[in-house]
């Protein structure tokens, strides 16, 4: 026994395989196969075998190990011969071509993300071992994912039945649409809100109550976008139809004179071109965090950089793709908010959030607004209206925010431009000249606060009020106190609804009810009456 227990893993490893025949340099021809091992053994870790009495565990695994790498090394080159006589002479077959024609065409669409990398590296040999990082971490991921403690699954999205009211568009199109506040004869003031990336027309002003718009006398009306909701699809719609679906709502509604646009975050798109195309319906406008078009061609490199300095990566990638490859949009969209399943803003909408921010979207209050605004917006369950919303965000625009507002240019003669170099003439401004309110949270990480600076620029008759500490859905959401400092800032002390005039017939019925007699006067009133 003690024999056996001083006998070393190489010996023991010897006594089980027996003697194979073969001879290792080192090791004599009548050697037996225990002395063979142990030569290879010494052979491989260099390590002297002899007079020790047993082998620490240590020196077993990193045998083992080295051992293993060998192997696998020996393994890959193998292969690598296989692959490379099997494929020796096929560069010049058609498949060969063919694949060479669209590794070129697709490094050629890619290339534009060489410019992340530091000009004295390899793009081909830094992109292989970020795919190869990238691929190892998706394994310890997926490796890992097994011991993350069961979670409730998610709830399932519930459609409800159609309940809009709808409009039919010159075009045959139908427009649906949802009115809150006092009707069309009492209203002093109306308002109309396009809604924002994955939203619909329930949004409008999130926790907006009943009392404060009558209280102000304000009729908001709120529409689905083409394709979201209940209203149909429009294929190639672009900013100048956008605006012409709100003039059309406006005049079918009744809103004979002008009327307050609302945009808020990727609303302010829509909103932006009411002002641009149609500015002579337009009363004026309530901006909430509205987005800019990040390649305007008035926006320095700057502030572009600035726009989508605060965003998360994954919000960054989808903007890419948006801008550069939106066919694969639809495969993200329908493994988030089209999967059928609800889900949290911040995870479909790559958003990060603020202390205030995280709050609000945490109270269920919110939680219920969003999941019935969210089955509301994938109603009808195509992808592609949200892939033309995000396109339509990163696009041009057809129009620069500088273009809202411009200076008159007047054709000058030689002599009247030497005047105005003397005198301060002010030049008359032309395109829209209302009230412009922009509020911008300051802790805002969906819509960088520099896109408020940036108009503010480009716009100058636009006026931004910055609100310290809230960020993108907390001074816009659910925030009665909020609202009444809005609406006073927009329309001034309440004055309430007008009063309808009376129709020429309630006139007339009022004046014969007065002139005409009660049939139950008695006789003696009846001759008083006479008399008087």
Not at 40 to 47: I, K
Not at 265 to 275: E, P
Not at 309 to 331: C, E, N, Q, V
């Amino acid at each position: 026994m003690s024999a056996a227990a001083t006998m070393t893993w190489h010996e023991d490893l010897a006594t089980l395989v027996g003697d194979t025949g073969i001879r290792l340099p080192g090791a004599g021809g009548d050697a037996p196969a225990a002395a063979n091992v142990a030569a290879v053994g010494a052979g491989w870790y260099g390590e002297e075998e002899e007079g020790r009495a047993e082998e620490g565990w240590v020196q077993q695994v990193k045998g083992f190990a080295e051992s293993t790498a060998e192997m696998l090394r020996e393994l890959g080159r193998g292969l690598w011969d296989v692959a490379a006589q099997s494929l020796a002479g096929a560069e010049d077959s058609e498949l060969a071509r063919r694949l060479k024609k669209r590794a070129a065409a697709t490094g050629k669409r890619l290339s534009f993300m060489n410019e992340y990398l530091p000009e004295e590296r390899d793009p081909v040999r830094c992109w292989l071992i970020v795919a190869t990082v990238a691929f190892v971490t998706l394994l310890v991921l997926g490796a890992g994912s097994g011991d993350v403690t069961p979670v409730e699954p998610p709830k399932k999205i519930i459609i409800n039945p159609p309940s809009a009211s709808r409009i039919q568009l010159p075009d045959g199109r139908h427009l649906a649409y949802e009115e809150q506040g006092v009707s069309a004869d009492r209203a002093r003031f109306s308002l109309i809100a396009p809604h924002s990336f994955l939203s619909s027309r329930l949004a409008g002003i999130p926790g907006i109550s009943a009392s404060l718009l009558e209280e102000f006398g304000a009729r908001l009306v709120t529409y689905d976008l083409p394709g979201f909701g209940e209203s149909d699809p429009h294929p190639g719609r672009n900013l100048n139809s956008s605006a012409l679906d709100m003039l059309h709502l406006a005049d079918v509604l009744n809103i004979p004179d002008k009327f307050w646009v609302v945009g808020y975050s990727g609303g302010g798109m829509h909103a932006w071109s009411a002002l641009r195309y149609i500015p002579d319906r337009i009363a004026g406008a309530a901006m909430f965090a509205p987005m800019a078009n990040p390649y305007d061609s008035k926006m320095t490199k700057d502030e572009r950089h600035k726009t989508w300095d605060r965003w998360s990566t994954k919000r960054k990638l989808m903007h890419i793709l948006a801008r550069r490859f939106p066919s694969i949009l639809p495969l993200f969209y329908r493994r988030s908010f089209l999967s059928g399943k609800q889900g949290q803003p911040e995870s479909w909408l790559s958003l990060s959030l603020g202390k205030k921010d995280k709050t609000l979207l945490e109270g269920p209050e919110f939680n219920a607004f969003w999941e019935r605004n969210v089955a509301e917006s994938v109603r009808q369950g195509d992808a592609r209206p949200f892939v033309e919303e995000a396109v339509l965000q990163v696009s041009d625009w057809g129009f620069s925010l500088s273009d809202i507002q411009m200076q008159k240019k007047e054709d000058r003669g030689f002599f009247e431009l030497i005047k105005s170099l003397f005198n301060q003439v002010e030049r008359e401004w032309v395109g829209f000249l209302g009230p412009i309110h922009i509020w911008q949270g300051m802790d805002d990480r969906v819509v960088s606060p520099s896109v408020a600076e940036f108009v503010r620029r480009v716009v100058p008759g636009a006026t931004v009020h910055k609100l310290l500490d809230e960020g993108h859905f907390s001074y816009f959401c659910f925030c009665n106190e909020c609202h009444r400092q809005i609406f006073s800032t927009l329309f001034g002390i309440p004055q309430g609804p007008i009063d309808p005039a009376p129709q020429p017939s309630d006139v007339a019925s009022e004046l014969a009810e007065e002139t005409t007699a009660p049939d139950n006067l008695t006789e003696q009133e009846q001759g008083t009456s006479s008399l008087i």
